[in-house]
């Protein structure tokens, strides 16, 4: 039989929380620097690569409002997006505007200028899983002008 202990479970959770939000400084920092609009992130998995020394793996679900948006930034390492619901603008670069639906990918070299991340419903919100292979330590998200 379990026997909880007063006081535990909150300890443990500020304890986990402490834990995930260390583990991953660089997309809370570069999150400030950011204007993002009704958009949210949850950390999936932060890994070291054993097989590419230096280099980490990232996956990040991220939740997109209703209208929400993210202003033009950049991503130092690869980027997978993979959309998991609604719908996702992306412009990178140059390139056009797309809307990319459920079950859509694209990906994002590192580097590459991001124009626009954008949930154009005004209803329904959209979601997405990013997955970054970045320099250990590397802001994950830095603003265009950088």
Do not use: C
């Not at 500020?14 to 400084?25: F, G, K, Q, Y």
């Not at 329904?124 to 997955?131: I, K, M, N, R, T």
């Amino acid at each position: 039989m379990l026997r909880r202990t007063p006081g535990v479970l909150p300890i443990a959770a500020i304890i986990l929380t402490v834990i995930v939000l260390r583990a991953v400084p660089a997309v809370s920092a570069a999150q400030s620097e950011v204007a993002e609009q009704g958009i949210t992130h949850q950390l999936i998995t932060a890994q070291k690569l054993p097989n590419a020394p230096g280099q980490s793996l990232t996956a990040v679900r991220v939740d997109i409002a209703p209208g929400g948006l993210s202003p033009s930034h950049r991503h130092p390492g690869f980027v997978l997006a993979y959309v998991l619901a609604g719908t996702v603008r992306s412009q990178l670069g140059d390139g056009p505007a797309i809307d990319y639906h459920a079950g859509q990918s694209w990906v994002e070299p590192p580097g590459t200028l991001h124009r626009l991340t954008q949930n154009p419903s005004a209803t329904e919100p959209a979601s997405l899983l990013a997955v970054w292979v970045a320099e250990d330590g590397a802001s994950l998200l830095v603003p265009a002008e950088q």
